[in-house]
């Protein structure tokens, strides 16, 4: 009886387990983000035969750092952050989600962007990658991919 007992306590703790619901990404972006990697891939960049790819690992005392913070309601604000610790250049948008994606609306140098994202977490943070007009050319094919991890912000 005893060994009956705790068989049935082990198998509903294990089941318990197992069962716990995973955050769902609307959930997860929730947060406070730094983009840690970048590489923009423009393979007709500005109408021409050439590819221009953008990469950087932000590890080398970089000029500026991306962040930003997902609200509940919908809103995010994204900026940087320069070598004396401020913040310039801040943007405010609107977010959500979408199965796996991730669509942001805001307004960025001189232009409206809305960009969707493929979003896969991670263990610091996710992965995003998007294809985009990223060098104004009027062409949707530059492709972006993008790693984060999550900060704490006041």
Known sequence: MKKN?????????????????????????????????????????EKS????VYEDKFNNNPEL??????NADGTFKAWFINKKGEKVSESDGKWS?????????????????????????????FLGKSTNDWDNDGDFDDFLTMKTKRIKTN
């Open 49 to 52: 035969d050439s590819l221009k």
């Open 97 to 125: 989600v979408k199965n796996d994606s991730l669509l942001v609306a805001f307004f960025y140098n001189n232009r409206e962007m809305k960009v969707k994202y493929h979003i896969t977490k991670t263990e610091e943070g």
């Open 65 to 70: 750092l991306a962040q930003s913070k997902y």
């Open 5 to 45: 007992i705790i068989w049935i306590i082990s198998f509903l703790g294990i089941l318990i387990v197992a069962c716990k619901k995973e955050k769902s990404l609307q959930e997860y972006m929730i947060d406070s983000w730094q983009t840690t990697y970048l590489k923009i891939e423009m393979p007709t960049f």
